[in-house]
């Protein structure tokens, strides 16, 4: 089970952007699914975005809040899993944490970075 590290986080005004970083301890070539969720204050952890891995390619979805100004990308190369996050709002902030789902194990999570967007 690899270990997820989340980076990227911080403090950034309404309608900036910022770009969330997940590094794997090992290889995320076989993983079954990718994806970031968030927490914000007193609300449940919610769906951001996924990458569902398969063998004709990877397929992406995103919550209706993020569409359009969020973006979900691998790199097989450095094991890592990013979210560009774009034209930010307030209601972006929260704790955002990105999560690996295995064929044959439960899935792991990140430790979790802060989002905050100002107004």
């Known amino acids: 089970q690899v270990q997820l590290v989340e980076s990227g986080g911080g403090l950034v005004q309404a309608g900036g952007s910022l770009r969330l970083s997940c590094a794997a301890s090992?290889?995320?070539?076989?993983?079954?699914?990718m994806g970031w969720y968030r927490q914000a204050p007193g609300k449940q952890r919610e769906l951001v975005a996924v990458?569902?891995?398969?063998?004709?390619?990877?397929?992406?979805n995103y919550a209706d809040s993020v569409k359009g100004r969020f973006a979900i990308s691998i790199d097989n190369a450095k094991n890592t899993m990013y979210l560009q996050m774009n034209s930010l709002k307030p209601e972006d902030t929260a704790v955002y944490y990105c999560?690996?789902?295995?064929?044959?194990?439960?899935?792991?999570w990140g430790q979790g970075t802060q989002v905050t967007v100002s107004s």
């Open positions: 999560n690996a789902v295995y064929y044959d194990r439960f899935p792991s």
């Open positions: 990458i569902t891995r398969g063998v004709r390619g990877d397929n992406t």
């Open positions: 090992g290889s995320i070539a076989s993983l079954k699914a």
